[in-house]
């Protein structure tokens, strides 16, 4: 699975990519899950990932 940062908005106000600490349009999961920890577990339980709709979608593996 990915974990990509696309963009954030507050009230429909996109937050520039330095607030964010360049994480915008990065693969988290690919950056940061070879390290044990959070990103490494959460990438094993994952399938797929989305947001459709205005929702996060999570589909998880069996």
């Known amino acids: 699975p990915r974990v990509v940062l696309r963009g954030v908005s507050v009230m429909g106000v996109p937050i520039p990519n330095a607030w964010l600490g ?3 349009n990065v693969d988290l ?3 940061f899950g070879d390290e044990q920890g959070f990103w490494s577990g959460f990438s094993q339980g994952v399938e797929d990932i989305r947001v459709e709709d205005g929702e996060l979608r999570i589909k998880l593996k069996e």
């Open 22 to 24: 360049g994480l915008k």
């Open 29 to 31: 999961i690919g950056e």
